[in-house]
């Protein structure tokens, strides 16, 4: 059957006999192909969905009849399953509780099904995001085409008319934008980071290994973001303003100012304002109150895990939008004389490609000399991953693949994937962390911001908070700066070459970013006794 872009669906209705869950498998692994799935995430849903229906075949029985649905819904791929009968939940793992953890947090990005019990039916559910060009790629080309034009205008429009064109058409464009990035940013920021909470928190969930990597993940984005003040610091130098009292009287009352600035004078005002830093620390104020309040709150973290699949929608809406609003912010940019900032991006750029060069090639060699396997070996077993997220700029894309390489390829045993991947997935980002970083430090110098040592403490911490809280959608990274720049005196020029130099990082975050998670991985399971090492050796 044909499948629409829009909505269109195939209904059947099976028995939960064993040539029937073989038939439900085969035909949902058929639709995943047709909607070009990855090979990888094909065989971990089909694997997922047929672990559901036994279960289901051992709790009701095979006399039983389960509705498979299969169809596009408001342009997603969906997958549901449905069987009338008391509530039995066949996703949750007895035998691993944080199996059950991990796709909670993975069905927000279309990684893995959702269960809910609705009218009497037990459904099962899994929404993919349509595979389509890599959205890295998209922008760039919207990039292009806006210099294209930017160019062509300065050359070929008259003055008179290129002023009335950024007065009536390009000013208001930049103003629809930036507000639609504000109402945007701050329900699914605050929704992403309160969902992230109620699941990496929950340490009733996590044994020590679970709350230990949480650490070591944050604290390699820190060290990263550190690294990169160190070294792109002193090569971008910003106005660093010293002086004998530069650290008494006014740059102390500033710096302390800006940090309680961070607690709002009510609920409303951070949402109203798009105060980013506000809506984090009211996220992680009520996340932790809901781990507080326990079982008592069972209901509320399913609303919470609902509402953020709702946000992670909406960032995918405002993704889709941004080539436009590329195109037309970049023509803007030329015609107000900021071609000097364009042509500079490729500092940045090089800075970042060197630190995150230095970065891989270092976990490389750890993993070869500690656990005897060539480097030449383990490129080899990760490149097919990496090739897929870099191809796409996702990492959701190629999350299949990487478990795929995980467990097969690296030894990794699957009890530390089942909650390592994911949890990498949702706050390691040390390459994001260090394009952000650098970036911010570029643009600095090239407004010329007053710099002093809290300004780049205050860098640090939000470059750090901010990439992890932003949610994994392609074009999103924007919401970072967009939180990141008022905070640090950067005027909000500055996010239109933020969104440049952010295309091009993306080509490199995706890819590196899940490289360096695998060694970090392998590192991880060797100190948990979890790595076959003979596999990680086989060439």
């Known amino acids: 059957m044909a499948f629409s872009k829009i909505n269109t669906s195939e209904i059947t209705i ?20 047709s909607v070009k799935t990855e090979r990888a995430n094909v065989l971990r849903i089909r694997l997922t969905m047929e672990e559901a229906l036994l279960r289901w075949q051992e709790k009701f029985g095979e006399d039983v009849s389960v509705r498979l649905v299969l169809g596009i819904r408001l342009f997603r791929p969906t997958i549901t399953l449905g069987l009338a009968g008391e509530s039995y939940d066949p996703l949750i793992n ?5 199996g059950s953890w991990a796709n909670s947090l993975l069905n927000g990005v279309g990684l893995s099904p959702s269960y809910r019990y609705l009218h009497g039916y037990n459904i099962v559910q899994l929404k993919l995001k349509r595979p389509r060009i890599n959205p890295a790629l998209t922008l760039l080309i919207s990039a292009a085409l806006g210099i294209l034009i930017g160019v062509l205008g300065n050359n070929l429009f008259p003055d008179a008319l290129r002023e009335e064109l950024l007065r009536c058409v390009l000013a208001p464009v930049h103003d629809v934008f930036f507000r639609i990035l504000n109402a945007a940013a701050g329900p699914v920021i605050f929704l992403t980071v309160l969902a992230a909470i109620c699941g ?3 340490v009733s969930a996590m044994n020590r290994s679970g709350r230990r990597l949480i ?24 106005r660093f ?6 650290l008494d009287g006014e740059q102390v009352n500033t710096f302390l100012d800006s940090v309680f600035q961070i607690i709002p004078s009510d609920i409303l005002s951070p949402f109203i304002n798009g105060d980013s830093p506000q809506i984090l620390l009211m996220a992680l104020i009520i996340g932790n109150a809901v781990l507080v309040a326990g079982s008592q709150s069972g209901g509320l973290i399913s609303i919470i895990d ?32 900021s071609v000097s900032v364009f042509l500079g991006i490729w500092k940045p750029f090089c800075v970042f490609l060197i630190l995150v060069s230095i970065m891989l090639a270092y976990y490389l060699i750890r993993v070869s000399k500690t656990k005897g396997v060539g480097i030449r070996t383990l490129v080899n077993k990760m490149k097919s991953s990496f090739w897929i997220a870099f191809k796409n700029s996702s990492v959701t894309a190629a999350y299949g693949e990487n478990q795929l390489c995980c467990e097969r390829h690296l030894g990794i045993d699957h009890k530390l994937t089942d909650f390592g991947l994911p949890l990498g997935f949702v706050i390691y980002m040390p390459t994001g962390v260090t394009a952000t970083m650098v970036f911010i430090l570029y643009a600095a110098q090239s407004y010329g911001v ?18 992890v809280a932003t949610p994994p959608v392609a074009g999103m990274s924007i919401l970072t700066y967009a939180a990141c720049f008022p905070r640090l005196g950067i005027p909000t020029e500055a996010l239109i070459v933020a969104m440049i130099a952010d295309i091009l990082f993306n080509f490199v975050v995706s890819g590196v970013d899940q490289s360096l998670l695998q060694l970090e991985l392998v590192l991880e399971a060797d100190r948990l006794q979890m790595l076959d090492r003979d596999k990680l050796r086989k060439s």
């Not at 303003?241 to 530069?246: E, F, G, I, Y």
């Not at 995918?316 to 803007?332: D, Q």
Request: net charge negative; aromatic share 12%.
């Open 14 to 33: 099976h028995k939960l006999t064993g040539p029937d869950i073989d038939r439900i498998a085969a035909r949902i692994e058929e639709f995943l192909f």
């Open 94 to 98: 007895s035998e691993n509780e944080l």
């Open 200 to 202: 990496v928190g929950s």
């Open 215 to 238: 650490v070591r993940f944050i604290s390699i984005c820190l060290i990263m973001a550190l690294v990169s003040e160190f070294v792109a610091g002193p090569l971008f130098h910003p």
């Open 241 to 246: 303003l010293s002086s004998s009292s530069s």
């Open 306 to 337: 609902q509402a953020n699949t709702v946000g992670m929608l909406v960032a995918e809406w405002v993704s889709r939008l941004t080539p436009i609003f590329v195109t037309l912010l970049v023509i803007l940019g030329i015609w107000n004389d």
């Open 450 to 467: 007053n710099t002093y040592l809290g300004w780049y403490v205050a860098a640090l911490f939000l470059t750090v908070i901010m990439v």
